[in-house]
Nanobody, 127 residues
Framework: QVQLVESGGGSVQAGGSRRLSCAAS????????MGWFRQAPGKEREGVAT????????YYLDSVRGRFSISLDTAKSTVYLQMNSLEPEDTAMYYC????????????????????WGQGTQVTVSS
């Protein structure tokens, strides 16, 4: 049973930083796509950053590139999202997701590609 547990959300002022963590269990961490997605009220879920656990290929949403950084700790089966220079527009529920059976290369930023999801952690950025 795949389980993804996010943590690290909270409230922060604009310009601040936050690090999200996603602890994965119940499956072999290698050869998977791991991703962070977000959904703001009234908006569609969008891919923020993705990473291939066996190759490190990384994708970033244009609006977060240079401010956010995705990384892995394979020993802990954990994926992180370091968020710097946060803006009010970054306010959303952030979800961790995993996709099994990835054949290699960059992982898609489309939510439809992922088959396991965490419960989400809220990030609120105030101006």
């Amino acid at each position: 049973q795949v389980q993804l547990v996010e943590s690290g959300g909270g409230s922060v002022q604009a310009g601040g930083s936050r690090r999200l963590s996603c602890a994965a269990s119940g499956y072999t961490f290698s050869d998977h796509c791991m991703g962070w997605f977000r959904q703001a009220p009234g908006k569609e879920r969008e891919g923020v950053a993705t990473i291939y656990t066996s190759g490190g290929h990384i994708y970033y949403l244009d609006s977060v590139r240079g401010r956010f950084s995705i990384s892995l700790d394979t020993a802990k089966s954990t994926v992180y999202l370091q968020m710097n220079s946060l803006e009010p527009e970054d306010t959303a529920m952030y979800y961790c997701a995993a996709r099994s059976s990835h054949s290699g290369g960059r992982c898609s930023g489309s939510p439809e590609y992922y088959n396991s999801w965490g419960q989400g952690t809220q990030v609120t950025v105030s101006s």
